[in-house]
């Protein structure tokens, strides 16, 4: 098999790869109820004149099962990391005595646990279009190849087989990770 195969190969499992991580990251994102600090990746305070990640200016631990404790670096920035935490879309809502910030996890009522378990079937969904849509662009780079002569015909359907074997392989890690996720969402 020419190496321009292997390497449109390895670039789609890459891709593919690359996909399943991003989606996994999104997981992490999504409140199940039990403090973990990636909750707070996406928000962002205002640190020195830039509008920065909270972990790149403050210590996030959390000490308890329902409570995070957000050290900042420099005390003056307690009411910015509130501020940001209260105008997110977590519905948290932290207190302070000065130097640190609790933000204690409220239990998730059961309406608000299946409206995250459909954002997460909603999110691997998504993942596995671009698995696809990865898939596709190889096919039909490899079909283009065999235009050109590059590889036969035989050769194409056996790499066309290899690459659906990678896809449903990464669909099915997407599968495994969201009912991981959706089974966390539920028991916490």
């Known amino acids: 098999m020419p190496d321009a195969v292997q390497r449109l190969l390895k670039e789609a499992d890459r891709h593919m ?3 399943v ?6 997981f992490g994102l999504i409140r199940t109820g039990r403090a973990n600090p990636a909750i707070l990746d996406r928000i962002r305070v205002e640190y020195y004149g830039q509008k920065v990640p909270i972990k790149q200016a403050a210590t996030i631990t959390a000490p308890e099962a329902r409570l995070l404790v957000i050290s900042p670096w420099d005390k003056q920035m307690t009411k910015s990391i509130i501020d940001a935490i209260t105008s997110s879309d977590l519905g948290l809502n932290p207190n302070s005595d000065g130097n640190i910030v609790r933000v204690p996890l409220p239990q998730l009522t059961t309406e608000r646990r299946k409206e995250l378990v459909k ?3 909603r999110k691997t969904e998504e993942g596995k279009i671009a698995i696809r849509n990865v898939r596709r662009d190889t ?3 490899l079909r283009a190849m065999q235009k050109e002569g590059t590889i036969s015909e035989d050769d194409l359907r056996r790499v ?5 074997k990678v896809t449903d392989g990464h669909s099915e890690q997407l599968d495994t990770g969201q009912s991981g996720k959706e089974r966390e969402i539920m028991e916490s």
Do not use: S
């Open 21 to 26: 991580e991003a989606v996994n990251r999104e």
């Open 160 to 164: 066309q087989d290899q690459v659906q």
């Open 139 to 141: 096919v039909e780079k």
């Open 17 to 19: 790869l690359e996909t």
């Open 119 to 121: 954002m997460v079937a």
